[in-house]
């Protein structure tokens, strides 16, 4: 377990960047999955170079130093387990991560969030439908416009470089999570309904019980410093949704 816990300090905290001439990278962090699994032969006929890894110490290793376009974790990985993996790699990498696993209760689901996953993917699951997420994902992921910045006291939101910074200090946030404070940075002083994060993050219809949303926000605010109970940024709209209380230094 050292031994996985240096490897995930090697590097800087990176986020991948896709090469228009490069088809995007996929890690499968999954024991049974080889060249001839159903999902590995799909993704790559569908343009995806993948890559599969049998183990969580290998894993770690890889996803660090080779930052993948995403990442697909398995929740039993061998050695470690896919939850510890995810916690070690969030320190050097900010690219998708989306578990996979057979658990469908909402302990399962809520532990992948508050240790850095961006979807949970209960299994079974068809081909197609597991790649559009996938693709969805890395659209988002890398589809930031370039160039804009929101400020707010101490506080910077930078789109073009995907980062956040409090007080001159960097604060690591995943994908989901800055895609989420952007969200609601770009709406300050406008209280934004939970299905319409829901939806804007997943591109699906909210199902009135996911929880993903809230636990993002806790982990945003905690990221930030910012009071649970009676928070600066982030504040609660009870029975409606989310208010990023400030207003956008650029006078937006």
Known sequence: ?????????????????????????????????GPTHPL???????????????????????IVTR??????LDTHLPLAGGYEVCSMVRTNYSGPILF????????????????GADDYITMPISPALLTARIR?????????ASGRQIRVGDLVVDAGLRAVSL??????????????LWYLAKRSGRVVPREELYEALYNEKYNGFDRSVDVYISRIRHQLGDDADN???????????????????NGH
């Open 67 to 72: 930052l993948p376009d995403l990442v697909l």
């Open 100 to 115: 996979q696993g057979q658990e469908s209760d909402e302990a399962s689901q809520l532990l992948a969030f508050e240790r």
């Open 136 to 144: 969805a994902h890395l659209k988002r992921s890398h589809g930031m």
């Open 40 to 62: 590995v032969a799909y993704l790559t006929a569908k343009a995806y170079d993948v890559h599969c890894i049998p183990d969580s110490s290998q894993a770690v290793d890889e």
């Open 231 to 249: 928070p600066y940024y982030l504040k609660t709209v009870r029975g409606v949704g989310y208010l990023f209380a400030g207003h956008d230094g």
């Open 167 to 180: 007080d001159g200090q960097p604060i690591d946030l995943t994908t989901m999570q800055f895609e989420l």
């Open 1 to 33: 377990m050292n031994d996985l816990k240096d490897i995930s300090r090697k590097g800087e905290h990176r986020h991948p960047m896709v090469q228009s001439e490069k088809r995007p990278t996929i890690f499968i962090c999954e024991p049974d999955h």
